[in-house]
C-alpha cells in the first residue's frame, strides 16, 4: 500500500425505499477539513489521467458504477510504486488520496460511472500538476 | 418560498470523458459546516416522508435520477406552507433546507435515484423528529 492511502470500508444501510449509504464524518480518520464536495463522471473505458494534486487531499466515494483508480507515487522517499483499486457497490469504500500522489481513473460499468471527491480545499488549477496518459506507464486495456 | 429554504442553481461542467458536477463548497451560501456527507437513495415512487431536524441543515444535491422533495413549514411563525421542487440533471440545483422544516420525497426516475446530503452536524437521530406520510397532507400520486 502507498504511504499515507487510506482504503476505508462503508456501509450501506438497508432501507425501505431506498438504501443510506455513507460516505464521510467529520471525525473519520483521513478527514482533514472541508473545502469542497463535486461529483465526477467517467463514461465507460475512458480514463482521466494523470493528475497530481499538491495540496488537496481526496477523499473518493463512487456511488454508482464500478471505477479503477491507478494511483502512482514517484515521492522522494517512496519506493516508486503503482497502486490499483477497482470501487464499486460491491467493493464499497471511501479512497483517501494525500498530496502529491498521481491518480488516473477509468470507468468499467456499462453505463456511466461517478465519484464524490470530499476534498480539504476547494478546488484551485494552480495546486494540480498534469501528465499525459502515457507518461506514467500502466495498461489500462487490460 | 418558505422563509430561510436556498435553491442555488449549480454548474455542470462538460469535459471529455465524463462531466464535472458542482455539490457544494465552504465558502457558498448556505454552508455553515462540515458534520458529514452520506447518500440516500430512493426507488421508483417511493416516498421518504417525514423527517424534521431539529439542528441539522441540509444541502441536498441529486447527481442521478429525478427526486420530488416536498417541504412543510409549520414554525411559529410562518404561514404554514407547502413547497415542492423537482431536482435532476435537468434542474441541477441544491436543495438549501434549514432545522424545523419538514420533508419528505420520493423517486420519480424508472430506475433509483440518489442525493447527497452535506450536513453540517452527523446524523444524530435524537435530533430528528419524524410523522407518517399521512400526517401532512400531500398528494403524493399526482
Known amino acids: 500500500m502507498i504511504k499515507d492511502v487510506l482504503i476505508t470500508r462503508l456501509k450501506i444501510i438497508d ?31 475512458k480514463v482521466k489521467a494523470w493528475k497530481r494534486h499538491r495540496e488537496m487531499t481526496l477523499n473518493i466515494i463512487v456511488p454508482i ?41 477509468q470507468g468499467l460499468y ?7 471527491n470530499v476534498s480539504n480545499i476547494k478546488h484551485n488549477p494552480e495546486e494540480v500538476d498534469k501528465k499525459n496518459i502515457e507518461e506514467i506507464d500502466f495498461n489500462w486495456s487490460k
Chains 1, 2 share one sequence.
Open 15 to 45: 432501507t425501505p425505499g431506498g438504501n443510506v449509504l455513507h460516505a464521510i464524518q467529520k471525525n473519520d480518520y483521513g478527514y482533514i477539513s472541508f473545502g469542497e464536495a463535486y461529483f465526477s463522471e467517467i463514461q465507460n473505458n
Open 110 to 116: 456499462d453505463d456511466i460511472s461517478i465519484l464524490l
Open 65 to 105: 458504477g464500478i471505477i479503477r483508480f491507478v494511483l502512482f507515487d514517484d515521492r522522494n522517499d517512496s519506493d516508486k510504486k503503482l497502486q490499483q483499486i477497482i470501487i464499486s457497490r460491491d467493493n464499497y469504500v471511501r479512497l483517501t488520496v494525500p498530496p502529491m500522489i498521481w491518480l488516473g481513473f
